[in-house]
Nanobody, 114 residues
Framework: QVQLVESGGGVVQPGGSLRLSCAASGFTFSNFRMGWYRQAPGKERELVADISGGGGRTNYEDPVKGRFTISRDNALNMMYLQMDSLKPEDTAMYYC???????WGQGTRVTVSS
């Protein structure tokens, strides 16, 4: 069955960096657009960035443009989110998701705090 496992979260100071990973299995990874989402405490889950199946097209939501980079390695069935210049407002649970399907991972927690 479809499995998505996020990792790489943690506690970081403002201005720091983290790299999130999403390991995918149970489907033909390269055939699907993928997305990173986040949910901050008390807020709705929101899209952060998405990437086409081949990795050639990416989209970023305004709050993370210029700071986050989404990428994927289809040979490894992995997706990544490089997060730089982190801000306290980036604190959230981060999830990977298969675009157009309700296939979610369990999430990885990112806390940005001094």
């Amino acid at each position: 069955q479809v499995q998505l496992v996020e990792s790489g979260g943690g506690v970081v100071q403002p201005g720091g960096s983290l790299r999130l990973s999403c390991a995918a299995s149970g489907f033909t990874f390269s055939n699907f657009r993928m997305g990173w989402y986040r949910q901050a405490p008390g807020k709705e889950r929101e899209l952060v960035a998405d990437i086409s199946g081949g990795g050639g097209r990416t989209n970023y939501e305004d709050p993370v443009k210029g700071r986050f980079t989404i990428s994927r390695d289809n040979a490894l069935n992995m997706m990544y989110l490089q997060m730089d210049s982190l801000k306290p407002e980036d604190t959230a649970m981060y999830y990977c998701k298969v675009w157009g399907y309700s296939w979610w991972g369990q999430g990885t927690r990112v806390t940005v705090s001094s």
